[in-house]
């Protein structure tokens, strides 16, 4: 079985101590395939480092994390524009609108999501969404987009059964990570009546770790508990569950 991590940020200095260890676990738990999202243009150097150390297992993205949209975030895009083109990434991302934390800067966030979005249509590559309290805000954008060359991902997907309905008609995969685990999460209330054609599986490492890990370091090999626990709730092998899953992002990175 072979695992696809749309969504990891191996980069994060909370692998600096044994990130080697960490992808080895990974590689050796299934997961053979990673994808490496952006947040801002600090991100650049480390992601360097992962995709000349595996380049047969990471890959690229480029994007502006919506929560480090701020005064300079123009100077942000041109830099990470250039990424983009000079480094070969296969998707723009991670993108989008959050306001969780600060909605100060939402004009702003519209704005650099726009862009972005335009970016990946100009270079028929997909988009990776950040959406965090801001379903609506996301959707007005992308109902602007909406169109052939419009697809990605909804990472972290975490809204309702009619949120999943309408991302996917924006040709966006859920992206199905720790929270699936969780007690409350939600996404168990419907998982089993979204089609696996759907969906893609994801970490977010170092971020939302799944049950039994909530709470600790997420890691990449961590993905197995978000399959097993997919299987559970759709009735479809862990195999199944991989094969699907795997060739799912194959359909939206071209990889």
Same mark, same amino acid.
């Given at each position: 079985m072979i695992f696809t991590d749309t969504h990891t940020h191996l980069y994060s200095d909370a692998f600096d101590a044994d990130r080697e260890q960490v992808i080895a676990n990974a590689i050796e738990a299934g997961v053979r395939r990673f994808f490496i999202p952006a947040i801002d243009v600090s991100s650049i150097s480390g992601m360097r480092a992962l995709?000349?150390?595996?380049?047969?297992?990471?890959?690229?993205?480029?994007?502006?994390?919506?929560?480090?949209?701020?005064?300079?975030?123009?100077?942000?895009?041109?830099?990470?524009?250039?990424?983009?083109?000079?480094?070969?990434?296969v998707a723009v991302g991670e993108i989008g609108i959050?306001?969780?934390?600060? %909605?100060?800067?939402? $004009?702003?966030?519209?704005?650099?999501?726009?862009?972005?979005?335009?970016?990946? !249509?100009? %270079?028929?590559?997909?988009?990776?969404?950040?959406? %965090?309290?801001?379903?609506?805000?996301?959707?007005?954008?992308?109902? $602007?987009?909406?169109?052939?060359?419009?697809?990605g991902i909804f990472h972290c997907f975490s809204g309702?059964?009619?949120?999943?309905? %309408? $991302?996917?008609?924006?040709?966006?995969?859920?992206?199905?990570?720790?929270?699936?685990?969780? !007690?409350?999460?939600?996404?168990?209330?419907f998982m089993n009546q979204i089609e696996l054609s759907h969906l893609v599986l994801e970490t977010d490492a170092p971020y939302l770790a799944p049950v039994p890990y909530r709470g600790k370091r997420n890691e990449s090999a961590y993905l197995i508990k978000v399959a097993e626990r997919l299987s559970e709730l759709t009735g479809q092998s862990l195999a199944d569950i991989a094969a699907h899953t795997t060739q799912n992002s194959k359909n939206v990175f071209g990889i």
């Open positions: 995709k000349a150390a595996y380049p047969e297992h990471m890959y690229l993205m480029s994007g502006l994390h919506p929560t480090h949209v701020k005064e300079n975030y123009l100077e942000e895009l041109s830099i990470l524009e250039s990424f983009l083109d000079s480094d070969a990434c959050d306001l969780y934390w600060d %909605r100060s800067f939402l $004009a702003q966030q519209q704005a650099a999501f726009d862009t972005q979005i335009s970016w990946a !249509k100009a %270079r028929n590559l997909p988009i990776v969404i950040h959406c %965090r309290d801001a379903f609506d805000e996301v959707f007005e954008v992308l109902e $602007a987009h909406k169109g052939p060359l419009l697809r309702t059964h009619e949120q999943a309905l %309408r $991302a996917i008609s924006y040709n966006m995969k859920l992206g199905i990570g720790g929270v699936l685990t969780f !007690k409350n999460g939600g996404l168990d209330r």
